[in-house]
């Protein structure tokens, strides 16, 4: 039986990675610093700990893994990412993860690690244009993240990429754009805008109006969480390294999205513009190196993946206003 490691296995996109592994049939253990908030996890180890400790790093390795998956991050959408309080925190915490796990992994003897960077990297110079932002792999330098978040993934790339030529780990690193779908957070400030806007409308009584930051223009790329794991899965069976996109090439703007959860509410809303922070102008991934590379593509559409995100964050508003009134 193959087994795994999986940092961050209380996350999004960890808890669902647990699942798809134990589908595959290995043992997976999991690590991080709360459960799954919406689910049990299905791993058959659990450590509840904190990846930025050395020591509790090392002492998860007592047994041996055949892959190591770390999504383990300080992150959050970007009310939590691009307004500048969390700087510090977000790159201190990350890189100690990082380093940590890498360290412990080579000195376990860890023959493959994946690692979870992001569309954050690129340039922001590359994506002034809301129609033609250029996410292609080799854009990324000259580097000129629009955050620090994005230099902390830049910079524990390159990091990856060392341990690679320098301790023969094999490593393979992604850059995730905008992942969404079913038990992703929600409310309480780290969520992203695929799961915020749902909220909003779920929330809104009909002919209300729902908050939109900036003027709704900016566009962006969201891939479902099915296809994200089938891609991180894909590339880990192969032998390529990356680092590669994972994310969809189906750009829209922040106005559509908005509107697409208009229709599929059924509610008559409409959008009100407020300030607050939006990122770059426009955003969207290239899809040409993981096609190469892995003949894959994104399987779910956005109007389908909108749809069960939809239908699963309205269930849970649902749930915790009956139980408010209780
Ligand atoms: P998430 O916040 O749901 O998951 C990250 C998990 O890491 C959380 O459960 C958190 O508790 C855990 N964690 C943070 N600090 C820890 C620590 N010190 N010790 C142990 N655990 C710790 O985020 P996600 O959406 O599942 O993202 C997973 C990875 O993918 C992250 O590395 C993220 O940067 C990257 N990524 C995600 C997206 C996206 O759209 N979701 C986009 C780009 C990159």
Same mark, same amino acid.
């Given at each position: 039986?193959?087994?795994?490691?999986?940092?961050? /296995?209380?996350?999004?996109?960890?808890?669902?990675? !647990?699942?798809?592994?134990?589908?595959?049939?290995? *043992? $997976?253990?999991?690590?991080?610093?709360?459960?799954?908030?919406?689910?049990?996890?299905?791993?058959?180890?659990?450590?509840?700990?904190?990846?930025?400790?050395?020591?509790?790093?090392?002492?998860?390795?007592?047994? @041996?893994?055949?892959?190591?998956?770390?999504?383990?991050?300080?992150?959050?959408?970007?009310?939590?990412?691009f307004?500048?309080?969390?700087?510090?925190?977000?790159?201190?915490?990350?890189?100690?993860?990082?380093?940590?796990?890498?360290?412990?992994? $080579?000195?376990?003897? !860890?023959n %493959?690690?994946? *690692?979870?960077?992001?569309?954050?990297?690129? #340039?922001?110079?590359?994506?002034?244009?809301?129609?033609?932002p250029?996410c292609?792999?080799?854009?990324?330098?000259?580097?000129?993240p629009?955050?620090?978040?994005?230099?902390? %993934?830049?910079?524990?790339? &390159?990091?990856?990429? +060392?341990?690679? &030529?320098?301790?023969?780990?094999?490593?393979? !690193?992604? &850059?995730?754009?905008?992942?969404?779908? @079913?038990?992703g957070?929600?409310?309480?400030?780290?969520?992203?805008?695929?799961?915020?806007? /749902?909220?909003?409308v779920?929330?809104?009584d009909?002919?209300?109006?729902?908050? =939109?930051?900036g003027?709704?223009?900016?566009?962006?790329?969201?891939?479902?969480?099915?296809?994200?794991?089938?891609?991180?899965? %894909?590339? $880990?069976?192969?032998?390529?390294?990356?680092?590669?996109?994972?994310?969809?090439?189906?750009?829209?703007?922040?106005?559509?999205? /908005?509107?697409?959860?208009?229709?599929?509410?059924?509610?008559?809303?409409?959008?009100?513009h407020?300030?607050?922070?939006?990122? !770059?102008?426009?955003?969207?991934?290239?899809?040409?190196?993981?096609?190469?590379?892995?003949?894959?593509? #994104?399987? =779910?559409?956005?109007?389908?993946g909108?749809? %069960?995100?939809?239908?699963?964050?309205?269930?849970?508003v649902?749930? +915790?206003?009956?139980?408010?009134?209780?």
């Amino acid at each position: 039986m193959k087994t795994a490691l999986v940092a961050g /296995a209380g996350g999004f996109i960890g808890s669902h990675l !647990v699942k798809y592994l134990k589908k595959e049939g290995y *043992y $997976v253990s999991g690590v991080d610093l709360k459960e799954p908030e919406f689910s049990e996890t299905l791993a058959d180890d659990f450590v509840l700990g904190d990846l930025r400790d050395p020591l509790m790093v090392e002492s998860l390795f007592d047994k @041996p893994f055949d892959e190591v998956y770390q999504l383990a991050a300080d992150m959050g959408g970007a009310g939590y990412l691009f307004t500048g309080d969390n700087d510090a925190d977000v790159m201190h915490n990350s890189v100690l993860i990082n380093l940590n796990m890498l360290k412990s992994s $080579v000195k376990a003897g !860890v023959n %493959k690690i994946f *690692y979870s960077s992001s569309a954050c990297v690129y #340039p922001e110079f590359n994506q002034m244009d809301s129609e033609n932002p250029n996410c292609v792999e080799s854009s990324v330098y000259p580097a000129q993240p629009d955050s620090e978040y994005g230099w902390e %993934k830049l910079f524990s790339e &390159r990091l990856y990429f +060392s341990f690679m &030529r320098n301790y023969n780990i094999d490593v393979k !690193v992604a &850059r995730f754009h905008n992942v969404f779908g @079913p038990e992703g957070t929600f409310d309480g400030g780290k969520e992203k805008v695929p799961a915020a806007m /749902a909220r909003k409308v779920a929330e809104a009584d009909d002919f209300g109006r729902i908050e =939109v930051w900036g003027d709704g223009n900016q566009t962006r790329s969201f891939l479902y969480i099915d296809d994200c794991i089938e891609a991180v899965y %894909k590339l $880990v069976q192969s032998d390529f390294n990356g680092p590669v996109n994972i994310g969809s090439d189906q750009l829209i703007s922040i106005n559509d999205l /908005a509107k697409s959860y208009f229709d599929i509410s059924g509610k008559k809303l409409k959008i009100k513009h407020i300030e607050g922070p939006q990122g !770059v102008r426009g955003r969207n991934s290239d899809n040409n190196l993981i096609f190469e590379k892995l003949k894959w593509q #994104p399987q =779910v559409s956005l109007e389908r993946g909108l749809t %069960k995100t939809y239908e699963w964050i309205n269930e849970q508003v649902r749930g +915790s206003s009956s139980e408010k009134k209780r």
